[in-house]
């Protein structure tokens, strides 16, 4: 069965400060997406990684993924107030990729 | 132009009622989904539908009834409603393996 697992769950962090979560999932897959939730709100796409070693970036956030460790993670640089939200990250799985979801990272940056 | 449609955005209903939350999607997307997210944000795949064919039922009550009438449409259908089914259900689509999802913007449901 697979599995995903994000940490940390919470995070509090200062504006300017750098940090990243962890996304690990059990069995194999090559399709690996980040998310963001705001309060209230739907589920917005960050991110699509289709392969090993793949890198992508967009304004202060950056992703990864290893799939022979099978970890992604998701770098914050300089956190901003504006990039508080939940972040999921989920993992695609069999011919018609029905995402398996972590539980989420609900990130607060502090002024 | 929305994407990805969801009506009602609320809906409060009592125990053992029946009701429908309905769901389109504007992008040509071949395959349409039904998410649930329960109270602590966590969430679980429903249903998928592909070009009207049902392919992904996961483990639902079957008072849960998923309909699509066309590849844009995919509605839900719930059927004597209990306590448990208060979530937020989004509906989904996507265009081919592997690409991203657009998701619609949720329905928040309560059951009193």
């Known amino acids: 069965e697979l599995k995903v697992e994000q940490n940390p769950l919470f995070l509090s962090m200062q504006e300017g400060k750098n940090y990243t979560i962890y996304c690990n999932y059990s069995?194999?897959?090559?399709?690996l997406y980040w998310y963001r939730q705001d309060p209230g709100k739907s589920l917005e796409s960050l991110f699509v990684?289709?392969?090993n070693g793949a890198v992508k970036q967009e304004g202060r956030l950056m992703a990864s993924l290893d799939t022979k460790a099978r970890l992604s993670t998701l770098h914050i640089t300089a956190a901003v107030h504006d990039l508080s939200a939940t972040y999921f990250c989920?993992?695609?799985?069999?011919?018609?990729?029905?995402?398996?979801w972590g539980a989420g990272t609900k990130l607060i940056i502090k002024p | 132009d929305t994407a990805v449609s969801q009506t009602p955005k609320y809906l409060v209903t009592q125990m053992g009622n029946d009701k429908s939350i309905k769901c389109e999607q504007n992008?040509?997307?071949?395959?349409m989904y039904w998410y649930k997210q329960d109270s602590k944000k966590f969430l679980k795949i429903m249903f998928s539908?592909?070009?009207?064919?049902?392919?992904i039922n996961e483990t639902v009550p079957n008072r849960f009834s998923p309909k699509s009438p066309d590849k844009a449409h995919l509605n839900l259908h719930i059927n004597s409603l209990e306590l448990g089914d208060s979530a937020v259900y989004f509906c989904?689509?996507?265009?081919?393996?592997?690409?991203?999802?657009?998701f619609g913007s949720g329905t928040r449901l309560t059951v009193v």
């Open positions: 069995t194999t897959s090559d399709r």
């Open positions: 989920a993992v695609g799985r069999g011919s018609n990729y029905q995402l398996i």
């Open positions: 990684l289709l392969s």
């Open positions: 539908y592909n070009n009207k064919e049902l392919i």
């Open positions: 989904a689509s996507r265009q081919e393996q592997g690409s991203g999802y657009t």
């Open positions: 992008l040509g997307h071949d395959t």
